[in-house]
């Protein structure tokens, strides 16, 4: 497995890459007060191509929405040739006052994130 740097010391997550075939597999580790949370996406796309995507960031592609209980974003992890990853970013506010998330990773094709939203490639 390739593990991945954040540009932000700050963000505990982790992203790891590891070859599955002529496919990438990435796996998140969401890191959170409440047990952390393992995501996990195939892609059809090489090891190579998805570390060189990587920019150290997640590109936001929506507006927060933060209620104090809920936080909910959209973030593109990689920007490849066929498509994107995305990001659905959830924390809930528990009532013990830990946070836990509800995230996922999806596949989004012929789309990319530009100027801060999702566009056609």
Do not use: Y
């Not at 590891?18 to 597999?25: A, F, K, P, Q, V």
């Not at 047990?35 to 592609?61: R, Y």
């Amino acid at each position: 497995m390739h593990t991945l740097s954040w540009n932000d010391n700050n963000i505990p997550h982790q992203i790891s890459l590891s070859e599955d075939g002529t496919n990438t597999r990435i796996e998140m580790r969401i890191v959170k007060d409440i047990e952390p949370e393992v995501l996990s996406l195939t892609v059809h796309d090489s090891l190579a191509n998805v570390t060189e995507a990587w920019q150290g960031a997640a590109l936001p592609v929506s507006t927060a929405f933060d209620d104090g209980d809920l936080f909910s974003h959209v973030r593109v992890l990689f920007n490849l040739e066929k498509g994107c990853v995305v990001w659905l970013v959830n924390h809930i506010k528990m009532p013990c006052g830990n946070k836990m998330s509800a995230d996922k990773l999806a596949w989004i094709p012929a789309m990319h994130a530009k100027d801060g939203k999702l566009s056609a490639i």
